[in-house]
């Protein structure tokens, strides 16, 4: 059965699977077209096209934008876009600069809860200039303090907790421009994960689309059937085209495998049309 995976993470940020083995598992999976969408960075992109050459799978450029609205992040995917763009790789740069102040931070509090830890271990380990908090959670998981990346998140990591410091992030209009002046096109990532205070969900989407988002990830590996059929719905009203995908990361989150997600997730390859004549490639 052919099928897509518009949503994954290498070890060119917080995935800890190479371009590589991420073309092998999607082999496996049956995915024939697929998206590398590393957080702030386009490098594994080439690696990825030329083991999707061997086996046949397409490989879509592309990447995850963390934005935030108030109290929301709104992560932003960008598809069909040149991972040479220098324009956009400034501003992606700018965006690893972010991490590379907040990062320090959150290793001062886990040093002042008495966790021997320095952010060049962690910089090493993550080998890459992406560097993000599931860096952090597998350097505490290899020093024993926690048993897994969910178990740092839910101890030091996540918002609310001992060690979180917030990162400066663009506004969703910003991202949404960014993707837009590169060609590409912007999808709100992971709807489940949006947290809406002040209005509804379609009306906090019928304003991205007014800043440019071009689609929805309507399937999505933690969405449930109930909450597929009303981001479906939600893009169907607001004319905005849907994908889908895993949001694999390998180890930072060992329960989702490539293409099925918890093992349910299907992206139809029938979505793939659409999208590419949006993105002028028919
Ligand atoms: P950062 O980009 O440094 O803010 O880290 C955010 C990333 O951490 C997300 O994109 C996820 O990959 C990962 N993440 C967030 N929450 C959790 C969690 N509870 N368990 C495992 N990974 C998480
Ligand atoms: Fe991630
Ligand atoms: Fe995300
Ligand atoms: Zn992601």
């Known amino acids: ?18 371009p590589t083995d991420v073309i ?4 496996q999976a049956g995915v024939t077209t697929l998206a590398i ?15 999707g050459l061997h086996r046949g799978i397409e490989v879509i450029p592309g990447l995850e934008i963390s934005s935030s609205v108030g109290d929301s992040e709104l992560h932003i995917l960008g598809y069909f876009l040149d991972w040479q763009d220098e324009e956009l790789n400034r ?5 690893r600069e972010s991490r590379h102040r907040r990062n320090p931070m959150i290793i001062e509090r886990l040093q002042a809860l008495g966790i021997e830890i320095t952010y060049e271990e962690v910089r090493l380990l993550a080998g890459t200039d992406a560097v993000g908090r599931p860096h952090i959670a597998r350097a505490l998981m290899n020093k024993g303090v926690v048993s897994s ?16 410091v917030p990162r400066e992030l663009p506004t969703p209009a910003e ?4 993707i837009k002046a590169g060609q590409g096109l912007a999808v709100l990532a992971h709807p489940t994960w949006v947290r809406v205070v002040d209005r509804s969900l379609g009306e906090m ?5 007014e800043d440019g988002l071009d689609g929805v990830e ?3 590996s933690t969405h449930n059937p109930r909450q597929t059929r009303e981001y479906l719905s939600l893009a169907q009203q607001l004319g905005l085209l849907a994908t889908g995908g895993s949001d694999f990361h390998g180890l930072t989150k060992p329960d989702i495998e490539v293409g099925i997600g918890k093992g349910t997730l299907h992206v139809a390859s029938s979505l793939l049309p659409k999208l590419k004549q949006a993105a002028g490639r028919a």
């Open 91 to 95: 501003r992606l740069m700018t965006l």
């Open 37 to 51: 969408t590393d957080h702030d960075i386009m490098t594994g992109v080439p690696e990825a096209i030329t083991a």
């Open 1 to 18: 059965m052919s099928r897509l995976d518009l949503h994954l993470h290498t070890t060119h940020s917080d995935g800890s699977c190479s």
């Open 149 to 164: 990346a969910k178990d740092a998140f839910d101890r030091f990591l996540a918002d609310g907790k001992p060690a979180y």
């Open 205 to 209: 989407v019928r304003a991205l689309k």
């Open 24 to 27: 092998e598992r999607a082999h």
């Open 175 to 178: 991202a949404i421009s960014w």
């Open 218 to 220: 309507v399937y999505y």
